[in-house]
């Protein structure tokens, strides 16, 4: 029995660290957008420890380095940019750390004949099933084969109606599920 015990060990220690591997690779692609909120930390220097949300403009407000662009960037690289900011006339060597606190930018709004119409942060891959899930399912008077997507593209919006359950959502969509009528 003790023999098997070394092996169960090396097993549960491979599996953490593929699975550390795998979410890790998930958050390190996120693009920070407008609404998040990020903390910031510049190593030793505890006093320039931040909470900035990022504005419509993908830009925070740190001290000393005043508006520097997050929107877009994943954090290794929001990192690397405020530390290339700080750097420029203040610290020597800084080294910056983001984390993001709050993910907003990745809203969609469900709204009509769904139990919990509300917004909801959703993962990059999110679908329309998946988010009907999230808002409690349909209601007994939903059309559920009228699903209807409204997206702003290049500030143009543009309805998309019965779209298939599998669709890939957008941050911003706004997902109508209608009235049903017999």
């Not at 080294?95 to 009509?112: D, K, L, N, P």
């Not at 919990?116 to 939903?142: C, N």
Request: some cysteine; charged content about 15%.
């Amino acid at each position: 029995m003790s023999c098997h015990r070394p092996i169960v060990i090396f097993v549960s220690l491979l599996f953490l660290i593929f699975w550390s591997a795998v979410a890790g690779s998930a958050e390190s692609d996120y693009q920070i957008g407008p609404g998040d909120v990020l903390k910031i930390s510049i190593y030793d220097h505890p006093d320039l420890m931040t909470v900035a949300r990022v504005d419509n403009e993908g830009y925070i407000l740190l001290p000393l380095a005043g508006r520097v662009p997050v929107g877009g960037l994943t954090t290794s690289s929001a990192s690397q940019t405020i530390a290339t900011k700080l750097g420029d006339d203040y610290i020597v060597n800084p080294q910056a750390s983001v984390f993001v606190q709050e993910f907003h930018s990745r809203v969609v709004y469900v709204t009509g004949q769904i139990n919990r119409p509300s917004a909801f942060t959703v993962a990059p891959d999110t679908t329309v099933i998946q988010a009907i899930t999230m808002a409690g399912g349909f209601t007994p008077l939903a059309a559920q084969k009228k699903i209807k997507i409204i997206r702003k593209i290049n500030g143009v919006e543009k309805i998309f109606k019965k779209v298939s359950l599998h669709e890939k959502l957008m941050p911003g969509d706004v997902m109508v599920i209608p009235e049903s009528f017999f």
